[in-house]
């Protein structure tokens, strides 16, 4: 008698653990599913050629990082820093050339030579040659107007490299390219032939037909 109660008591205690087990289960599956709203969905935002393009413009370089293009990041602020550098160099030997002129200039119609020691060191020895020392001036000025240029220069490609990469972010490079001929009927040509069909994705209206060739033609 007292073997049959514990059996049954087993038995029972079994049954009761099975129910907790299953229970348990079914409250984590019911609270792991978590219901989402269609209005609480983010839509991506679509990547826009014309934010590249004025970022771009204000700033060198942002329109690449928008763009996610971040290694023509250092490309763009080594050409531009490059030609930052050339406009400095340029500007800086332009003013030197520039007030040692009006101090040789000065010497020369006999002025004196007031301010004569603040010539830049190398130029010093042309104070007796005034035209060799506006010659200097002079190229070291059109060098500068150049640098100028160039910097412009540096500046648009960036704001069109950006434009391009925009332009092209969304464009379709999926592998997934096939090639078919299908015969068909040329309405130009009032004939029959074939046509070159190439697709490109996955979507069947994304497609190009060549010329229709009149290789079967069937008469008019």
Same mark, same amino acid.
């Given at each position: 008698?007292?073997?049959?109660?514990?059996?049954?008591?087993?038995?029972?205690?079994?049954?009761?653990?099975?129910?907790?087990?299953?229970?348990?289960?079914? !409250?984590?599956?019911? =609270? +792991?599913?978590? &219901?989402?709203?269609?209005?609480?969905?983010? @839509? %991506?935002?679509?990547?826009? /050629?014309?934010? !590249?393009?004025?970022? =771009? +413009?204000?700033? &060198?370089?942002?329109?690449?990082?928008?763009? @996610? %293009?971040?290694?023509?990041? /250092?490309?763009?602020?080594?050409?531009?820093?490059?030609?930052?550098?050339?406009?400095?160099?340029?500007?800086?030997?332009?003013?030197?050339?520039?007030?040692?002129?009006?101090?040789?200039?000065?010497?020369?119609?006999?002025?004196?030579?007031?301010?004569?020691?603040?010539?830049?060191?190398?130029?010093?020895?042309?104070?007796?040659?005034?035209?060799?020392l506006k010659s200097y001036r002079n190229q070291f000025r059109q060098s500068v107007d150049?640098?100028?240029?160039?910097?412009?220069?540096?500046?648009?490609?960036?704001?069109?490299?950006?434009?391009?990469?925009?332009?092209?972010?969304?464009?379709?490079?999926?592998?997934?390219?096939?090639?078919?001929?299908?015969?068909?009927?040329?309405?130009?040509?009032?004939?029959?032939?074939?046509s070159l069909v190439f697709t490109i994705g996955k979507q069947k209206s994304t497609s190009?037909?060549?010329?229709?060739?009149?290789?079967?033609?069937?008469?008019?």
């Amino acid at each position: 008698m007292k073997i049959k109660v514990t059996v049954l008591f087993f038995i029972l205690f079994i049954s009761a653990v099975n129910v907790f087990a299953q229970d348990t289960t079914a !409250a984590k599956k019911d =609270s +792991a599913v978590v &219901p989402v709203k269609k209005d609480s969905v983010v @839509k %991506k935002e679509p990547h826009s /050629p014309r934010k !590249a393009t004025i970022r =771009s +413009a204000i700033i &060198p370089g942002w329109g690449q990082i928008y763009n @996610k %293009k971040y290694w023509k990041v /250092p490309l763009v602020y080594g050409a531009i820093g490059t030609t930052v550098g050339i406009f400095s160099y340029n500007i800086k030997w332009y003013n030197r050339t520039r007030y040692a002129y009006k101090i040789a200039y000065q010497i020369q119609q006999g002025l004196g030579d007031a301010g004569k020691d603040k010539v830049y060191t190398e130029l010093v020895p042309l104070l007796a040659y005034p035209e060799s020392l506006k010659s200097y001036r002079n190229q070291f000025r059109q060098s500068v107007d150049y640098s100028v240029l160039f910097f412009i220069l540096a500046w648009g490609l960036n704001v069109v490299d950006a434009t391009v990469d925009g332009h092209l972010k969304d464009f379709n490079v999926d592998d997934d390219l096939s090639f078919r001929i299908n015969p068909g009927y040329s309405p130009m040509a009032n004939t029959t032939g074939i046509s070159l069909v190439f697709t490109i994705g996955k979507q069947k209206s994304t497609s190009v037909k060549g010329a229709y060739r009149d290789i079967f033609a069937a008469g008019k």
